[in-house]
């Protein structure tokens, strides 16, 4: 595995914005640089996915990304199949290659190409990040069990609907235990059943069913052209329909518990 000698440059320090920027040599293989952020940290290490060699190629040979400068070069295939198998063997076999994806020439392209494959068929590459999973496939209420989010969602055209969800405030903040709403939106709610009834009490069940069965009736009845939903609260959007699974999904599972 070949060695990448590179610099960072940072233009900040704790005194503020410098004129000229701090310079850092640092040496590394491979496999960690292109872990690094603003090179290919998101798609190798939380999606798990090592993108094609042309597209590596491409910002190994620009010679930049951000703050990071080094000697543009190229890794030629046995480089690529080499850092495959590295990239695998560091992840437990959770990193791999999408071969039916080789043939996109750009990386956006491609980016594409990819966040549809695992969108249309999630269990194709199981992803272990939670947030990620928000991001690419949907809400999960379960071990690979999703309520799929619309990636085209038309957000100039939601309705807010912080009113009608009023009544769900408290409730809801039981459920915020991945993180908080305001940072992670729908990926701070984990509604895995055992925590939904982790979180409620017998006498929590008997109230807030009624308050779930009347928030899914007044969302299912707003006017047709209500498609797309968002609220502050939840610090989302979804369509209309999403958002009645997911409060559909709370319900039968408190329903049940």
């Not at 410098?18 to 940290?41: G, Q």
């Not at 590295?86 to 990193?95: A, I, R, V």
């Not at 990386?107 to 947030?131: E, G």
């Not at 409060?247 to 329903?255: G, M, P, T």
Request: charged letters at 25%.
């Amino acid at each position: 595995m070949r060695t990448i000698p590179f610099e960072t440059h940072s233009y900040y320090s704790y005194q503020g914005t410098l004129k000229e920027p701090r310079i850092t040599h640092r040496r590394e293989t491979l496999d960690v640089f292109l872990c690094r952020e603003n090179l290919f940290s998101y798609e190798i290490e939380k999606i798990g996915v090592v993108p094609p060699r042309h597209i590596i190629n491409h910002v190994l040979k620009s010679g930049e990304a951000r703050s990071y400068f080094w000697e543009g070069f190229e890794i030629d295939e046995a480089e690529y199949q080499e850092l495959c198998q590295t990239l695998s063997d560091k992840s437990d076999g959770y990193c791999v290659q999408v071969p039916d994806l080789a043939g996109y020439k750009t990386y956006q392209s491609w980016w594409r190409a990819l966040v549809d494959k695992i969108h249309n068929n999630p269990r194709f590459k199981p992803i272990t990040n939670w947030s990620v999973q928000n991001d690419l496939i949907g809400i999960p209420i379960g071990p690979q069990q999703w309520i799929v989010r619309d990636s085209h969602i038309k957000h100039d055209e939601a309705v807010n609907v912080d009113r009608l969800l009023k009544p769900l405030n408290d409730f809801l903040r039981r459920l915020e235990t991945a993180c908080v709403a305001d940072c992670c939106g729908m990926a701070a709610f984990d509604l895995y059943p055992e925590n939904i009834n982790e979180r409620l009490s017998q006498d929590d069940k008997l109230k807030v069913i009624p308050l779930l069965e009347s928030t899914i009736q007044t969302l299912q009845e707003l006017p047709a052209s209500h498609q797309y939903l968002k609220s502050e609260r939840l610090n989302s959007t979804l369509t209309r329909a999403a958002m009645v699974q997911v409060f559909q999904h709370i319900l039968d599972v408190i329903s049940r518990g």
